[in-house]
C-alpha cells in the first residue's frame, strides 16, 4: 500500500469573514494545526490544495508539504480534489483526503483508518458520525478516475454513500467538527480554555 494524503484548503472562507486557514487556533493557524494530526503518518506524499489567498496561506505551512493552487477554487470542493488527484505521484494505491478546518482530527484516528484499510484493501474507509460517512475518507486507486470527475461543493460524499457495501466506517465524532465561522471558533477556544 502506498498512500497519498490531500488536505482541502482552497476555499474563501465567506462564512467565516476572514482568512480562516490562518484564524489562530491555539497559538497556531487553523491549517497548521490541523496538518499536525498528519505530520506523524510517516513517509508520505500530502498534498495541501489551496485557492483562495494561497500566496498568504502558503508562506505558513510545513516544509514536509506540497502545494497545488487550484485556479478553479470558486466550482467548490471537487475541484479541488480533482486539482490534487492530476497532481499525486504515479505510485500511489490509495489517497486520504481530509479538510484544513477540521481541529479536533487526531493522529491516532488517522492511524485507525489506515489499519482498516491495510486489513480491506479495495474498500473506502470514511469517518463515522451523525451526520453519515465523511472525511477524513481513504479512497483505493479503483476511485481515482471518480474523484477526479467529481463537480461540485460536496466533495468526494457522493462516492461514500454511493455503494454501501464498499464502506467500512471507523467512529469519529471528532471528524463532525468543523469551524465555518468566527462564533465557531470562539465557541471551540472556550470548550478549551484558550483565550482568543
Known sequence: MTLAVVILAAGNSS???GIKQ????????????CLRAYAHLGQMQTVVVLGA???KIERVLPDWTEV??????QQGMASSIGCAMRWLHSDISHVLIGLGDQPDIQSAQLQQLIAQVKQYPGQRIAAGYAKGPGVPAIFPRQDFSALAALRG????????VAQP??????????????????????QWQQARGIRP
Open 15 to 17: 462564512r467565516f469573514e
Open 22 to 33: 490562518l484564524a489562530s487556533l491555539d497559538g497556531r493557524p487553523m491549517l497548521v494545526h
Open 53 to 55: 489567498h494561497a500566496d
Open 68 to 73: 497545488v493552487v487550484n485556479p478553479n477554487w
Open 153 to 160: 461543493d460536496k466533495g468526494a460524499k457522493p462516492l461514500l
Open 165 to 186: 457495501s464498499q464502506l467500512v466506517t471507523v467512529p469519529m465524532q471528532e471528524a463532525s467538527l468543523d469551524i465555518d465561522t468566527q462564533h465557531e471558533l470562539q
